[in-house]
C-alpha cells in the first residue's frame, strides 16, 4: 500500500476536520483506495495552545519551512484563509513540486492564474473542491462530469449564513438584525459579518464556478455584489403573497459571448427547487445544453463536509499523480474578445413603494413605468383606509438600467412617500 | 491531439443524444479536453433503416463482429437495454480490452461482478453514469467525492415514470389509471410499464447505488419492492392533509453490519428536500458520516441528459486510459459475513381504513396496534354522518413484521370494513 505523508496548513475548523475524518476513516479508505493517507505536519500559529484533540505536540509547527522543506510531505492542504500568506504558502508548496489541496476561495477566485500557472510549471496538482459549497461536489462535476455540456446558466445559494437569517426572516417574521444578532451569539455568523452579509463570500464562490463552468476566467470586478442587509419582514411578506421566496442568488448566464453575473437578493417562485432550501444548507442550480437542469443541494460548511471535499481532493491527487488536469480557459488574466461581461442584464423586478392613498398615483407610476420600457405584470395595493399606503409591483422582464432610471423618476412624483425596496426577480 | 475511435450498440434515444452532443459539442470537447472522439461504427438491428439524421450509412452495422474486431475502436458504448444480448456483447469487448461505456442498469445490477472481473482481467474499463439517473453524475460522486464518507443512508426518486405519475395523482387529483393511459399516450410511459409501475427499474438501480454506497453488492433478490399501482388519490389526499408527498422511493440503509434496502410508495414530509421533486425529475438524497445531507437532483432521463453522462464517461475512460479504477465491495457474489440483510425494517406508517362509525371501533384498533408494540402517532376519523367513515393512522416507528400482524388482526375485526392501504413513512 502506498502511504501518502501530507502536511496541513491551519488547524482550526476545517483542519480538524479533516483530521478527524482521517481517525475515522482512514482504515477504510486505505482499504478501498490503496492509499495510507498520514498527516505529518501542522502549521500553527501557536504551538502550544491547547487542543481538544490529543495530538502529538510534535507535529505541530509554526514555520512553514518545516513543511515545504519536508521532502516526504507530498501533498500541502490549505485551509488558512484569505489572501496572505495563503498565496505565499500556496506558491511555496507548488513550486517545490507538492500538490496543494485548498479550501481558500479568496485566494483561488483573486490569483488562479498564478496558482495554476505555477502548478503546471512544477507538475504539481491544485485542488479546491473545498472552495466552493462545503461538501458539495460542485467543483468536480463542473469539471469531470459536465465536459459534454455548454452550461448557460448558474444559480446558487453558496452561503450559509445568509440563508440562514433569510430562512430564519421568512419563518420567524423577525428582523435582519434581530436574527443577525442570535446568529452571531450562536456561531453561525461571523463577529464581523460583513464577508457573507453583503455577497463577498458568495461573489468569489461565483468568480470560480462561472469560470468552471463557462470555461472564461470570471474576474471578481466583473460581478456585481449587493447584500442582504437591506431586505425587510415586509418584503419577505409581500413576496410570499406574490408567490416569492428570498434568497441571495449568485447568479452568472451566458449567451452566444455575453456573461452576466451577479450576486444579490432574489426572489424565485416557491415551487422552483432553490426555495426549499432551508436554513444553512447550499445549493448550485445549473442549466446545460445537455445535461438539463442539474442541482446539488448540501452542507456548504462545517468541518466535516469541509473536510469531506479536501479528503476526497487529496485521494484524487494521489490517484492522478503524474497527470494532474489544468483547468483551461478561453481567456487568461484579462477578458479576450470572445468573452463580453454584460451590466445591463435583464430581470423581473419586485418594486415595494409606499405612496399616499389618492387616485392617479398608480397611473403615474405607471407611466413612469411605460416611459422606460417597463411593463407591469403583477400589482398588490393593500388598504384603502389609512393616508400611507403599501404599493407592490411586479414586472415583466426589463433592463437593469432601465429599471433605475424608471425608479429614480418614481423617487420624485410626490405621491410618492418612499421606495421601499427593489428585489430582483428570477424563475 | 488524440483521436477516440468508438462504436455505438444502439441507436435509439440514448445513442442519437450521444451522436448529437458530439456533432455539437465535439469542437468544445476537442479543445478543452484535447480528445478527438469520433464514432467509428454504430450497431443497429437494419441498417437500411430511415433515421431522421443525416448520417452516412456506411457507418451502420449489424454485426457486432465489425465493432469488437475493430482494432481501431477502443471503446464501446452500450444502449441496447436488457440483460441478453447485451452482456455477451459487453463481455465480448471488454476480452479485446476495450473500455466499455454502458446506460444499461439491468444488465449491470445482474452480472456486475462477472462484468468488472473482465474488464480488470483485460485491462479494460467499465463506466456506467449512465446506468442510474440519467444526467445526474451520482455514479461518480459516490466513487470519486464521497471516499471519505461511510454512507450510511440513500433515498432516491430514480425513476421518472413513477414520480411523474404521482406528481399528476397529486396535483390534479385523478386517478392512476388515467393519468398512466394519458402519460402512454404522450411516450412519457412505456406500452407495457410494467418495470417502471412495479418498481423493478428502480430496483436495479437500488441495486448499482447502494452496492456503491456501501462497498458491499446489494443483490437484487436482497432487495423489497413494491410498485405504485395500488396508490389511489384518496391515500395522497389524506397523506397531504398530514403534511405527506407521497414518492415512489429507492431506500437503502446501513447500520453496522445490518443493511436493509427496499422499493416501495412513501410518504416523506412536505419540507423535506425530495417532496418538491416534481414531474419527471430525479433525486438521489445520500446522508454521509463526513457529509452529511446530499441531494443530487436533475433530469433521470431523455436523449439528451443520458447522453450527457455517456460522453462525460468516454471522456473519463480516455482520462484514464491505462489506470481505470475498479470497484472494491467487502463481498462478492455472495454475502459475506460481514454484511446482513435486514428484512424486518422498522418505519412509521400511514394506514387507512373504511370503519363502521360505530363507538369503540378505535378502541380495537388501537388495542391490537399496542399488542402488537405499533404506536400511534395520529389520528383522522372524517365525518360522523355517515354508516361507512374513513379512518387514518399515522404510527410511531414499528417494525415490519409487527405491522403486518396487526394489519391482518385488523382485518379481522367486525367493523372494519376494509383496510385500504398501508403506505410507509420516511422523514
Chains 1, 2 share one sequence.
Request: hydrophobic letters at 40%; proline letters at 3%; glycine letters at 8%.
Amino acid at each position: 500500500m502506498e502511504t501518502v505523508k501530507i502536511g496541513l496548513l491551519g488547524f482550526g475548523n476545517v483542519g480538524t476536520g479533516v483530521y478527524k475524518i482521517l481517525q475515522e476513516n482512514g482504515p477504510e479508505i486505505a482499504h478501498r483506495e490503496g492509499l495510507n493517507i498520514e498527516i505529518k505536519k501542522i502549521l500553527v500559529r501557536d504551538i502550544h495552545k491547547r487542543r481538544s484533540m490529543d495530538i502529538d505536540k510534535a507535529m505541530f509547527t509554526n514555520s512553514i519551512d518545516d513543511i515545504i522543506n519536508d521532502p516526504e510531505i507530498s501533498i500541502v492542504a490549505e485551509f488558512i484563509g484569505g489572501t496572505e500568506p495563503a498565496r505565499e504558502y500556496i506558491l511555496k508548496a507548488l513550486e517545490k513540486g507538492k500538490t496543494v489541496v485548498t479550501a481558500n476561495k479568496e485566494v483561488l477566485a483573486k490569483h488562479w492564474s498564478e496558482l495554476e500557472k505555477t502548478a503546471r510549471e512544477n507538475g504539481a496538482g491544485l485542488y479546491y473542491e473545498a472552495s466552493v459549497a462545503g461538501g458539495i461536489p460542485v467543483i468536480k462535476v463542473f469539471r469531470e462530469s459536465l465536459q459534454a455540456n455548454r452550461v448557460y446558466e448558474i444559480m446558487g445559494i453558496i452561503n450559509g449564513t445568509t440563508n440562514y437569517i433569510l430562512t430564519k426572516m421568512s419563518e420567524e417574521g423577525r428582523d435582519f438584525a434581530d436574527i443577525l444578532a442570535d446568529a452571531q451569539k450562536l456561531g453561525y455568523a461571523e463577529p464581523d459579518p460583513t464577508s457573507d452579509i453583503e455577497g463577498y463570500d458568495a461573489m468569489y464562490k461565483l468568480s470560480i464556478l462561472a469560470s468552471l463552468g463557462f470555461h472564461a476566467r470570471i474576474h471578481l470586478d466583473s460581478i456585481y455584489r449587493e447584500g442582504i442587509s437591506g431586505i425587510t419582514v415586509d418584503d419577505i411578506k409581500y413576496g410570499k403573497e406574490l408567490g416569492f421566496a428570498v434568497k441571495l442568488l449568485a447568479i452568472a448566464k451566458k449567451q452566444g459571448t455575453n456573461i452576466e453575473a451577479r450576486v444579490h437578493p432574489t426572489f424565485i417562485p416557491l415551487d422552483h427547487p432553490l426555495a426549499s432550501v432551508r436554513d444553512s444548507f447550499n445549493a448550485i442550480f445549473v442549466k446545460g445544453d445537455s445535461v438539463g437542469n442539474l442541482m446539488l443541494y448540501g452542507r456548504g460548511a462545517g468541518d466535516l463536509p469541509t473536510g469531506s471535499a479536501i479528503v476526497s481532493d487529496i485521494i484524487s491527487a494521489c490517484h492522478q499523480k503524474g497527470r494532474h488536469a489544468y483547468t483551461t480557459f478561453y481567456n487568461g488574466d484579462k477578458l479576450s474578445e470572445e468573452i463580453n461581461i454584460v451590466t445591463d442584464w435583464e430581470t423581473e423586478f419586485f418594486v415595494r413603494l409606499t405612496v399616499r392613498d389618492k387616485p392617479g398615483v398608480l397611473a403615474k407610476i405607471a407611466g413612469i413605468f411605460g416611459k422606460h420600457d417597463v411593463s407591469m405584470a403583477s400589482v398588490i395595493q393593500k388598504g384603502h383606509s389609512r393616508e400611507e399606503v403599501p404599493l407592490i409591483f411586479v414586472t415583466h422582464r426589463a433592463k437593469e438600467l432601465s429599471m433605475e432610471k424608471a425608479i429614480n423618476d418614481i423617487k420624485c412624483l410626490d405621491d410618492v412617500i418612499k421606495v421601499e425596496n427593489v428585489i430582483r426577480v428570477e424563475r
